[in-house]
């Protein structure tokens, strides 16, 4: 399991199965499923331009979740 920074309009987020062209950065492994987590952003990664946060499984090449960023 993977957490990804999205565009939220990419139209491979629509497909149940996602078989690449998913336009993602990378955060890193998901660190547990209960309670707050912390991640890294790279310092080159526009957040104009990925607006979303996923929780994607490699494996089965799913997203189990989509969550948009909104500025506070």
Do not use: S, W
């Given at each position: 399991?993977?957490?990804?920074?999205?565009?939220?309009?990419?139209?491979?987020?629509e497909?149940?199965?996602?078989?690449?062209?998913?336009?993602?950065?990378e955060l890193?492994?998901?660190?547990?499923?209960?309670?707050?987590?912390?991640?890294?952003?790279?310092?080159?990664?526009?957040?104009?331009?990925?607006?979303?946060?996923?929780?994607y499984?490699?494996?089965?090449?799913?997203?189990?979740?989509?969550?948009?960023?909104?500025?506070?």
């Amino acid at each position: 399991m993977h957490v990804l920074l999205l565009r939220p309009e990419d139209k491979a987020l629509e497909q149940e199965i996602v078989r690449g062209g998913l336009d993602n950065v990378e955060l890193g492994t998901l660190k547990g499923n209960q309670g707050d987590q912390n991640y890294d952003l790279p310092l080159n990664v526009d957040l104009n331009r990925y607006q979303a946060v996923a929780i994607y499984c490699e494996r089965f090449h799913a997203i189990f979740g989509v969550a948009r960023l909104e500025k506070f």
